[in-house]
T-cell receptor, first 116, second 113 residues
Framework: ETGVTQSPTHLIKTRGQQVTLRCSSQ?????VSWYQQALGQGPQFIFQ???????GRGNFPPRFSGLQFPNYSSELNVNALELDDSALYLC???????????????FGPGTRLTVL | AQSVSQHNHHVILSEAASLELGCNYS??????LFWYVQYPGQHLQLLLK??????LVKGIKGFEAEFIKSKFSFNLRKPSVQWSDTAEYFC???????????FGSGTRLLVRP
């Protein structure tokens, strides 16, 4: 069983640029969630995708956007990068249950983004 | 708003010592509870989870946690730690009606040989 994979592992960008991060979900999982983990903090929820639609968002501005593809993989896009966007970006996959609930989320290794 | 508090930010123990990491959450409804671990250089891994049933749950590597609903707590325990338990531990809560995990700020555990 293949786990959650993310690419790239590291990325360096400058302020104002745009970035795309990629995630492949674990086999059998249909839901993808994205989290931002700043240094010394716990992960913070960005948004979740199910059936190729965003179905929940945390306290992040619209310049954070995403996509989910028919094979359940996902992208996180961040426009107009700011210095504070420097963080580890984590993708987690899970199985959607009844209503809004999802089963246990399994995390990928993350993408370390540095904004200079 | 939901929140999770982990009271110990840094814990240093000697091998064979007992471990208890505190976790409290604020949410009045039904919740799912998790402990994740992040070993140095590795990704977040599930240690154990509570959805329902027996409030004492056992996870991997000898860890266990007890859900005390009246105290809104889900403390992590291990009777005898090993050097290999050195890692950062995160408590997380998911309201049953919600889609997102709320994480605590983490506890860094250093086990000295």
């Amino acid at each position: 069983e293949t786990g959650v994979t993310q690419s790239p592992t590291h990325l360096i960008k400058t302020r104002g640029q745009q970035v795309t991060l990629r995630c492949s979900s674990q086999s059998g999982h249909n839901t993808v969630s994205w989290y931002q983990q700043a240094l010394g903090q716990g992960p913070q929820f960005i948004f979740q995708y199910y059936r190729e639609e965003e179905n929940g968002r945390g306290n992040f501005p619209p310049r954070f956007s995403g996509l989910q593809f028919p094979n359940y993989s996902s992208e996180l896009n961040v426009n107009a990068l700011e210095l504070d966007d420097s963080a580890l970006y984590l993708c987690a996959s899970s199985v959607r249950l009844a209503g809004l609930r999802t089963d246990t989320q399994y995390f990928g290794p993350g993408t370390r983004l540095t904004v200079l | 708003a939901q929140s999770v508090s982990q009271h110990n930010h840094h814990v240093i123990l000697s091998e064979a010592a007992s471990l208890e990491l505190g976790c409290n959450y604020s949410y009045g409804g039904t919740v799912n509870l998790f402990w994740y671990v992040q070993y140095p250089g590795q990704h977040l891994q599930l240690l154990l989870k509570y959805f329902s049933g027996d409030p004492l749950v056992k996870g991997i590597k000898g860890f266990e946690a007890e859900f005390i609903k009246s105290k809104f707590s889900f403390n992590l325990r291990k009777p005898s730690v090993q050097w290999s338990d050195t890692a950062e531990y995160f408590c997380a809560v998911n309201a049953r009606s919600s889609y997102k995990l709320i994480f605590g700020s983490g506890t860094r555990l250093l086990v000295r040989p």
